[in-house]
């Protein structure tokens, strides 16, 4: 059964990858840079509004609703459970629209974004609130996710294909936003008879904002350097220097796909090796195979890296022969924190070292991200993520190494 709900997960996982070198060409040659970086930017914005008032509780939900689980709780707690997480991103999106709002109004004064691009990413902000992946990653339930999303991609590749022509950003926008909001719809509605509500007061509500404290700092502080290049360039360079780091970091993401749904795949299983005092075991047996996975992955991005690159983007899109080497260095330091951080961290209830981590990533990343940006354009982000995650990793390994030492 384990092997069975990991070729799900690594097939979803593929699916994920492969979609956009399907549909990213056929779009990066119907807009130009610059109608491309537009859109970029206002989803830049959407899914930072996303980060802090949904995704934020993603790891929290799949930590208690998996130790519940191990715990075997009756079958109806579980249920008001589901209902209870539900009701608290209602909650929290209620102010993601006004936050929103804030953000697309402060990006149209100062980087000059379209609010006929921007807009239309309010239909999947709304329906962030019935987002219950957390529940599918906790139960290991990758068969649902990776029928749902290749069924929503193949609509979506086909749309696409068939309506998106020369200059039609906006209609590329809606096409997006429509997607994003059915990955939601469809997921909550595949459990909706599995979920009860009860009444539960405002204050109970506002209170989750406090238990996912450390989650919350890390995906602040995750989104400075995950889209903080990016808003930079889209202000000091412009919208093609900007859509062409979205492509490399579109690549980065893709390789990043393999270890983060590993990472995702096995965290319920670390979480339960360390309630069971055989958390040294499931190392010994799962780190070499996730260090040989991102060798693998380093590999193919160096050898064939840049004939990925000059097919995916187009002739209108132009890359430094360096670019991809950053990008694979940049995926195998990512990896190594992501690693720590769902694998050793959270099971043992330790986010504040991913988050002390973090504040170190997130200081190095902004102290070196105009210097290099200035110095050799997009290409400086990159080199600016190898060298703050770098360090990051370096004091996850120091902090765990030192409560080992102090805690035997």
């Not at 402060?106 to 902000?125: E, H, K, Q, T």
């Not at 490399?248 to 965290?267: H, S």
Request: hydrophobic share 50%; charged share 10%; proline share 2%.
């Amino acid at each position: 059964m384990l092997y069975k709900k990991l070729g799900y997960s690594f097939s979803l996982n593929i699916l994920n990858a492969v979609f956009p070198i399907l549909t990213l060409p056929i779009v990066f040659r119907a807009l130009s840079p610059v109608q491309y970086g537009e859109y970029v930017i206002s989803n830049i914005l959407y899914q930072l509004t996303i980060v802090f008032f949904n995704s934020v509780f993603l790891q929290y939900f799949i930590r208690e609703y998996s130790s519940k689980l191990t715990l075997e709780q009756d079958d109806s707690s579980n249920r008001y459970l589901c209902g209870e997480y539900i009701s608290v991103q209602i909650f929290y999106t209620f102010f993601s629209c006004f936050f929103y709002i804030g953000l697309i109004f402060l990006f149209n004064i100062i980087s000059n974004v379209r609010l006929d691009i921007a807009l239309w990413f309010f239909i999947p902000l709304f329906f962030s609130s019935c987002n219950v992946e957390w529940y599918y990653f906790a139960t290991q339930n990758y068969k649902v996710l990776f029928f749902r999303n290749a069924i929503i991609k193949l609509l979506l590749l086909f749309s696409v294909y068939i309506f998106v022509k020369e200059g039609d950003v906006v209609l590329y926008t809606i096409l997006m936003s429509l997607s994003y909001a059915l990955t939601f719809i469809i997921g909550y509605i595949n459990i909706f008879n599995f979920i009860r509500y009860k009444r539960i007061p405002l204050l109970y509500l506002y209170k989750y904002f406090f238990k996912v404290k450390h989650f919350a700092i890390n995906a602040i502080i995750g989104t400075g350097y995950q889209y903080g290049d990016q808003l930079l360039l889209s202000i000091i360079l412009g919208k093609k220097e900007l859509a062409i780091l979205n492509i490399l970091k579109q690549v980065y993401a893709m390789a990043m796909m393999v270890p983060t749904t590993w990472c995702r795949f096995f965290m319920p299983t670390a979480i339960q090796s360390y309630k069971n005092f055989s958390n040294n075991m499931f190392h010994k047996k799962y780190g070499l195979m996730y260090a040989a996975i991102n060798g693998v992955i380093f590999l193919f991005l160096c050898v064939l890296g840049t004939t990925f690159l000059i097919y995916f983007a187009g002739e209108e899109y132009h890359f430094n022969d360096i670019d991809i080497v950053l990008c694979a260095m940049c995926v195998i330091s990512t990896a190594a924190a992501v690693y720590i951080d769902t694998q050793i961290s959270i099971p043992q209830g330790l986010e504040s070292i991913t988050t002390r981590s973090n504040l170190i990533v997130l200081s190095i990343f902004l102290a070196t991200l105009y210097l290099f940006v200035n110095w050799v354009g997009y290409s400086g982000a990159l080199m600016s993520i190898f060298i703050s995650e770098t360090c990051g990793v370096l004091m996850m390994v120091y902090l765990h190494y030192r409560r080992h030492i102090k805690n035997p």
